[in-house]
């Protein structure tokens, strides 16, 4: 049973460009979040979807963000226009049922953004 | 909103040595859940505690999650190279988020 995948691994952008991040959630898993944790730090809440639907995105920031979880394929966080603020590790967690307050959430190893 | 402080940041023990990291939240927590971070890696589950009082053990690992529902504590006995690592302590409440501590980095020496 696979894991939670997530890439690319390691992504490298200039100022300005697009971020891509996909993330395959754990099989049988509908629930999918995402994570940033800069370096030293914890990790920080963003957002939280079901498929096709955006349930808690709190902790987005307002402008250059987005993600989805199309029906088919993965969840994908978007980052527009990016800033060398933005070069962080993301992780993607998933889980059976949904929220903090229920089931374990288990995470991807991650997408490594260095902004340049 | 709730936050959730961990302490110490870093800790640097000989093997053999016993650990142990705190952490508190500001607020009363419906679950804590525990994982740890090896440098480079992605966080991994070791446990989830829910009861007021809850103690769970694991191997060398022994997690508490206090009365009030508003800390725990990870201790671990006899430590070993492979116990390296950041742990993390996050609190579930009625939200979908979960709220980590900034985790404590331990070291072990041979």
């Known amino acids: 049973n696979a894991g939670v995948m997530q890439n690319p691994r390691h992504l490298v952008r200039r100022r300005g460009q697009e971020a891509r991040l996909r993330c395959s959630p754990m099989k049988g898993h509908s629930h999918v979040y995402w994570y940033r944790q800069l370096p030293e730090e914890g990790l920080k809440f963003m957002v939280y979807l079901q498929k096709e639907n955006i349930i808690d995105e709190s902790g987005m920031p307002k402008e250059r963000f987005s993600a989805e979880f199309p029906k088919e394929g993965p969840s994908i966080l978007r980052i527009q226009q990016v800033v060398r603020g933005d070069s962080a590790a993301y992780f993607c967690?998933?889980?059976?049922?949904?929220?903090?307050?229920?089931?374990?959430?288990?995470f991807g190893p991650g997408t490594r953004l260095t902004v340049l | 909103g709730q936050q959730v402080m961990q302490i110490p940041q870093y800790q640097h023990v000989q093997e053999g040595e016993d650990f142990t990291t705190y952490c508190n939240s500001s607020t009363t927590l419906s679950n804590i859940q525990w994982y740890k971070q090896r440098p480079g890696g992605h966080p991994v589950f070791l446990i989830q505690?829910?009861?007021?009082?809850e103690v769970k053990k694991q191997k060398r690992l022994t997690f508490q999650f206090g009365e009030a529902k508003k800390n725990s504590s990870l201790h671990i006995t006899a430590t070993q190279t492979t116990d390296v690592g950041t742990y993390f302590c996050?609190?579930?409440?009625?939200?979908?988020?979960?709220?980590f501590g900034k985790g404590t980095s331990l070291l072990v020496t041979p």
């Open positions: 505690l829910v009861k007021s009082g």
């Open positions: 967690a998933s889980s059976p049922v949904a929220g903090a307050g229920g089931d374990t959430q288990y």
């Open positions: 996050a609190g579930g409440n009625s939200g979908y988020a979960l709220n």
